[in-house]
């Protein structure tokens, strides 16, 4: 993997790891019949393709030709190549691809066939390809297909097709290895089959947090290079039974209520439709009652308020990843009961918001937490109290721009390894104290008529998916799985060296 390669009078060094293919090429001595080359009766040429970082982290493939006048330097050369790129083991060779030709604005399908195959093609990667016919479909095939023989799976869609790949890989590990899901105490097997995002949905938000871009080139190249990014996984339960498993936002109030309103007979809207119905969310201005409980994360380094944000190499990620190993060590699956107290908020929320990840994307480069890591153990629980219309608008403002969106005094932030949340509503019902009043008068508040108090229950948006249940319990699992990723990448500082198109270059 240190081995580098020298293309000396561009000044511009490719790792063997960042080599995407290399080939022989036909070469017709007329194409370069020019100064001392006319004389030579055959000349002999390689061409490798690589990786070429373009700005705001994309990556394209480029190429650079080496001619040479001796066949057998030549050969010798590719040969070596060829074995070099032999011996990098992490990449993939055979892939199951999952398309949903409905997702975002439809063009799954094209972006695959244009930009994708022929990439996978040229690094001589095997796919077996299933355009999903209805949802579900790629999470039900996932428990039927021999999945030990493929290197990764590629899912081709936003975040909810991601979540069915996902659950699909994750439920088949656990079946597999007889682990009941619907305990929520349970220890998960990861899953080391790793997942690529090929990024055609409308938020595409788990793509743009691990890559730093929503682009499918870009992921195309992560995947071919063989790239490894542990990912932390919340399981969600209700009343010991499995409801979801989440990697980017459980939320709870506004997002969950955007989520409400934007029902599937809104997804002529394309993207634009989570603009609508954020929008009339915002007007709405809904807050909910009820009481948080959760667990801090005092095993994990860092801060929500931290300056620095995750990215590839994370130091953070790095130490949760040897403390996992320890842990599994030291006792085997079984799962380590937590003897930390569980603190409790009761309150009035416009958002409850917990990320696994910042949940950066086109929307909010930053996203909802920017200092959250992708694979620490840990979740950021966001509590967006009740406020006025003008502040929320303030906090929403401020997911786009580089202020701090944690610093008002309606915001809370807790990073934590578990919470449990229940409603008022439930609470009441639980407690068998819900008076003939609220049930007859439905959403409205009885006190206040006019205010926004909801005594209705808001939904719990799950990666995109609403929740049946709003009282749930949540457990954070640490680097559960893997994605062909890296995290995003510090800034390429010498964009202009980066960014050179095809070179040719005389052996
Ligand atoms: N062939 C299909 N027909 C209908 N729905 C499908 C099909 N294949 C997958 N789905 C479902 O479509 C849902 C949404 O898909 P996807 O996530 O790709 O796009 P999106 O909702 O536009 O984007 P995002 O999730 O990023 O907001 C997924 O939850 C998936 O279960
Ligand atoms: C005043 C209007 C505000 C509009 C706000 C629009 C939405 C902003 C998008 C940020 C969402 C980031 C979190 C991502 C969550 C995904 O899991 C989910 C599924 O793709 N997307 C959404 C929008 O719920
Ligand atoms: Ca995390």
Known sequence: NQCCWILTSQNCFVPISEIIAVEEREFNKKQRNIGRWQKMAKLHAFTVYYVKRA????????????????????NQWTQALKESLEMQKSRPKQLLVYINPYGGKRQGKRIYEQKVAPLFNLASISTDVVITEHANHAKDNLFEVNIYKYD??????????????????????????????????????????RIGIIPAGSTDCICYSTVGISDPVTSALHIIVGDCQPLDVSSVHHNNTFLKYSVSLLGYGFYG?????????KRWMGPMRYDYSGFKTFLSHHYYEGTI?????????????????????????????????????????????GEEEWKVIKGKFLAINAVNMSCACPRSPKGLSPAAHLADGSA????????????????????TNQDDQFDFPFVDVYRVKCFQFTSKLSEDNESNV????????????????????????????????????????????????KLFARGIEENCKDEAACSQSSIEQLL
């Not at 819900?434 to 007859?440: A, H, N, S, T």
Request: glycine share 8%.
């Open 55 to 74: 700005r705001n982290h994309r990556w394209r493939c480029s190429d650079v030709t080496f001619w040479c006048v001796d066949e057998h330097l030549c």
């Open 152 to 193: 990764g799976v590629v899912c081709v869609g936003g975040d909810g097709m991601f979540s069915e790949v996902m659950h699909g890989l994750i439920g088949r590990m656990q079946k597999d290895s007889g682990i009941d899901q619907n305990n929520p105490k349970a220890s998960l097997v990861q899953c080391n089959i």
């Open 257 to 265: 209520d955007i989520l409400k309103d934007n029902s599937e007979k």
């Open 293 to 337: 409980a959760y667990q801090p994360a005092k095993r994990t380094h860092g801060s929500p308020r931290d300056k620095e944000s995750c990215r590839t190499g994370c130091y953070i990620c790095k130490k949760s990843e040897k403390q996992l190993a320890e842990q599994t060590k030291e006792h085997g699956l079984k799962h380590e009961e």
């Open 380 to 399: 950021d629980l966001i509590l967006v109290r009740k406020c006025s219309r003008f502040d929320f608008l303030r906090y929403l403002v401020r997911h």
């Open 434 to 481: 819900m008076d003939i009043g609220k049930k007859r008068f439905g959403q409205f508040c009885r006190d206040h008529p006019a205010c926004c108090c909801n005594i209705v229950n808001s939904t719990w948006n799950c990666d995109g998916e609403t929740l049946d249940s709003s009282a749930i319990e949540v457990r954070v699992h640490c680097q559960l799985m």
